[in-house]
């Protein structure tokens, strides 16, 4: 089956760095995105890694490692804003969107 | 430019019935996919249409289909409904239908069934 594993919830304080790591087992894989969703929105795009590295932008950068099947989403410079849950999704063979659960991130202040 | 819209923004209905859901992507968008979002969980796949077609299919009942009309709006629809039907659609479009590029997120419709 597949599979996408997230931590279910985090807490981080504003200023600071945040780590949100995705594993994954899919079949196939074509691309890894990471969207945020503010509670009661929509989810909004933040980055696609289909090779392995870093991407930085701005102040969130996502790393992937396709031979783990591991991907994470760095936050940094941490505002109250970023409150929100994030979703780690990975494009199967069939070029369907597989969705973790994602991870709440509560920022404190 | 306008983003996706969805309609409605809210419905209530009860067991049994059937329902549509309306959506229109971002113009020159071609592809449209539908997820349903149950609260604390992440969007699980329902279709996916691209250029008027059927592209992929997720793992949801025959109950559910959808379709992609010539200005590329589509529709899902729900029939006999369940309480378990109850969740946010979400409609989301993209310039291609293969998946690679990002895909751009509607408001949603919160369904509830009773």
């Known amino acids: 089956g597949q599979n996408i594993d997230q931590p279910t919830e985090m807490t981080a304080t504003e200023g600071a760095i945040v780590q949100i790591n995705c594993t994954y087992q899919?079949?196939?894989?074509?691309?890894l995105f990471w969207y945020q969703q503010h509670a009661g929105e929509a989810p909004t795009f933040l980055s696609y890694?289909?090779l392995d590295g870093l991407e930085e932008k701005g102040r969130f950068s996502s790393f992937l490692s396709r031979s783990k099947g591991y991907s994470y989403l760095l936050l940094k410079e941490l505002q109250m804003k970023d409150s929100a849950s994030y979703l780690c999704?990975?494009?199967?063979?069939?070029?369907?969107?597989?969705w973790g659960a994602g991870t709440k991130l509560i920022i404190k202040p | 430019d306008a983003g996706v819209t969805q309609s409605p923004t809210h419905l209530i209905k009860t067991r049994g019935q059937h329902v549509t859901l309306r959506c229109s992507p971002i113009?020159?968008?071609?592809?449209v996919s539908w997820y349903q979002q149950v609260l604390g969980q992440g969007p699980q796949f329902i279709f996916q249409?691209?250029?008027?077609?059927?592209?992929g299919r997720g793992n949801f009942p025959d109950r559910f289909s959808a379709r992609q009309f010539p200005n590329y709006s589509s529709e899902l629809n729900v029939n006999a409904l369940l309480l378990g039907d109850s969740a946010l659609y979400l409609c989301?479009?993209?310039?291609?239908?293969?998946?690679?590029?990002?895909?751009?997120f509607g408001p949603g419709t919160r369904l509830t069934v009773l």
């Open positions: 249409y691209y250029e008027k077609e059927e592209r």
């Open positions: 999704a990975v494009l199967d063979s069939n070029y369907q969107l597989i």
């Open positions: 989301a479009s993209s310039h291609t239908g293969d998946g690679y590029n990002e895909q751009f």
């Open positions: 890694n289909v």
């Open positions: 113009s020159g968008h071609k592809s």
């Open positions: 899919t079949s196939g894989f074509n691309g």
